[in-house]
């Protein structure tokens, strides 16, 4: 004789595993996947949030910043391109080498080139003197609130004495061209 130990609970057994299949195809997996959906939702949020507290701080750093611009671009236009200014600004060039310590040995300025709004003029000084002098003309041309680039500066040991240095310096003196410039 046969002994069935479940009896007729087959019939019980297939459709609450069907019931509890379906449960979890179409609810509880739906739902786990709407909450992974939800909590990825929140924590952007809350990215955002912590982001947002920053902005006043952001602002206050890009207001300075401005400010900071605005003052450059005030020196930046700090020398027309009339001849008066370009003669007291090579004054100022020259008088910087003397103060510097440094022997003048050349200083030519070349023709101007016309851009849209500025004008360049390149100029080569030459000079003559220790290694700390020069770094002193050097520095005092790259504080100089004009708008003047260092393209070129060329140092060699000086042909009469070691101590000396022969120094060579390109500029490139940018100036606004007053018809242009508003």
Known sequence: MKTNLLGGAWAAI????AAIGAYLF???FPGMREIRDLRADIALKETAAMAAATIPTRLKNLDAEAIAAREYLAKFRAVPADAAAMSRLF?????????????????????KISLAELERTPVTIG??????????????????????????????????????????????IFADKFEISN
């Open 14 to 17: 297939v459709p609450l595993t």
């Open 26 to 28: 179409f609810v509880f």
């Open 91 to 111: 004054g100022e060039l020259s008088q910087d080498v003397k103060q510097s310590g440094a022997i003048t040995t050349a200083f030519r300025p070349e023709a």
């Open 127 to 172: 000079c003559r003197g220790t290694f700390d002098q020069v770094q002193t003309l050097l520095a005092s041309i790259e504080a100089m609130p004009h708008r003047i680039w260092i393209e070129h500066a060329k140092l060699e040991g000086g042909r009469e004495t070691a101590e000396l240095i022969e120094c060579e310096i390109r500029l490139a």
